[in-house]
């Protein structure tokens, strides 16, 4: 473990004077949650987002997202971009990725028209076919139209890897679930904002238009967790959507997590939750 440990050190530092590498927490490319583990009683406004694994006909999780009414979810566009609606499917209710909860079919999704990958508008609409029944494992999370600052207390959540290295984005889906490289239980971070000049320092001068960084040291998001919330812990309001970071997780390199700031796009948002 220690090795391991001190081995993955020497591969941070590489990668950091590398000037550091992002990638997307997406699909096998994707970042998960270094940190603890939870129940969806704790985050009923957690979805996980499914995609069919052709070799035996199973849904594998790849990306988390929030429920945002009984018809929509909204995740990061790098989780949906090039899947064609009948490839994905939602689960929610559950703690556990592949057992219980309810799958939803999707209708539609949205991606915003400015996205671009690692840069900007990392945010996506999932609209359902059928309405979601509430209870108190499936509820929906209201979002912050406030800027959020530095130093504020936030609470990250999802399915995605809980060990500090991402998987190659070669593998296939049928390779990630077989040795089950994702959590099968829900896993909580706690984890604080930074303002966007520290973030920019420590992604060495990196342009953050409608972004919002979070950094703690040895917790963070990682492959899997994409698109999943964030959420501050005083008005318990969405703030956040998972998007990129380093391809180590878990803030040992010093590079924060980058998430899409929810604030940035309460008027997109609303126009497209509005109608269904
Ligand atoms: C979507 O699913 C079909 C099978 O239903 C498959 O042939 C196709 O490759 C999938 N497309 C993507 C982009 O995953
Ligand atoms: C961050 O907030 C905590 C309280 O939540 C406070 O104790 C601490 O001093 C703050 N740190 C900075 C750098 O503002």
């Not at 990668?15 to 927490?25: G, I, M, P, Q």
């Not at 979601?132 to 530095?150: H, M, S, T, W």
């Not at 590079?255 to 509005?274: A, L």
């Given at each position: ?49 499914q ?7 199973q ?19 790098h ?9 994905i ?127 703690v ?17 005083d ?35 609303q ?6």
């Amino acid at each position: 473990m220690l090795t391991r440990c001190l081995l993955f050190l020497i591969v941070s530092v590489i990668v950091l004077s590398k000037s550091a590498e992002t990638s997307s927490f997406l699909v096998m490319n994707d970042h998960k949650i270094v940190g603890g583990q939870t129940t969806v009683e704790g985050a009923p406004y957690q979805i996980s987002l499914q995609g069919l694994d052709y070799n035996n006909g199973q849904y594998v999780h790849f990306c988390g997202g929030s429920i945002l009414t009984e018809k929509h979810i909204v995740t990061a566009a790098h989780c949906l971009m090039g899947f064609p609606v009948e490839n994905i499917t939602i689960v929610v209710g559950t703690s556990t990725w592949d057992v219980g909860g309810v799958r939803h079919a999707v209708q539609k999704y949205e991606i915003h028209e400015k996205y671009e990958m690692l840069e900007t508008c990392d945010i996506g609409i999932i609209t359902l076919v059928d309405p979601l029944e509430f209870n108190d494992k499936v509820q929906p999370i209201a979002f912050n139209d406030e800027y959020v600052p530095g130093n504020v207390s936030c609470i990250l959540t999802g399915w995605g890897y809980t060990f500090p290295l991402r998987a190659p984005s070669f593998l296939p889906y049928w390779f990630i679930s077989f040795f089950r490289l994702y959590p099968k239980d829900l896993q909580i971070a706690q984890l604080r904002t930074i303002s966007n000049e520290e973030c920019s320092r420590r992604f060495l001068g990196k342009e953050l238009r409608t972004e919002m960084c979070t950094y703690v040291w040895s917790k963070g998001a990682c492959a899997g967790d994409s698109g999943g919330p964030v959420v501050n812990m005083d008005q318990n309001l969405l703030i956040g959507i998972v998007s990129y970071g380093s391809s180590n997780c878990g803030g040992y390199t010093g590079v924060p997590d980058v998430h899409t700031r929810v604030s940035q796009f309460t008027s997109w948002i609303q126009e497209r939750i509005k109608i269904y």
